[in-house]
């Protein structure tokens, strides 16, 4: 089962465009969204979590890419992705590392 996102932000770069040869092209962007919460002494706390987004698509139409500018508010629906990989620590030692942050993998951007 796979955990779904639905979540809007904002930009926090432009939105970065990679073509293949065959044609496909995966846009690549980051937004950042903010809780705000009172602590133990009364004070405002902001929280700026940030999401690394995908979008996996065929055809890239390059007027909605332009508006998917540093600062542009987008709401998103996804999947969670985590990515683990191996680390040298010594010559004869590795630890298997899970990121702290989470990529989503965008379903749409609405």
């Known amino acids: 089962m796979e955990a779904k996102v639905f979540t809007s932000g904002n930009l926090g770069n432009d939105a970065k465009v990679i073509n293949f040869e065959n044609g496909n092209a995966v846009i690549t962007f980051s937004i950042a969204t903010n809780n705000y919460f009172t602590n133990r002494d009364g004070e405002q706390i902001q929280l700026t979590t940030w999401h690394d987004c995908k979008k996996f698509v065929k ?52």
Do not use: P, Q, W
């Open 59 to 110: 055809n890239v139409n390059e007027k909605f890419i332009e508006k998917l500018t540093k600062g542009a508010t987008v709401t998103i629906l996804g999947t969670l992705s985590y990515d683990e990989f191996e680390k040298e620590v010594t010559k004869t030692k590795s630890v298997k590392i899970r990121k702290a942050y989470i990529d989503v993998k965008v379903i749409e951007i609405l």
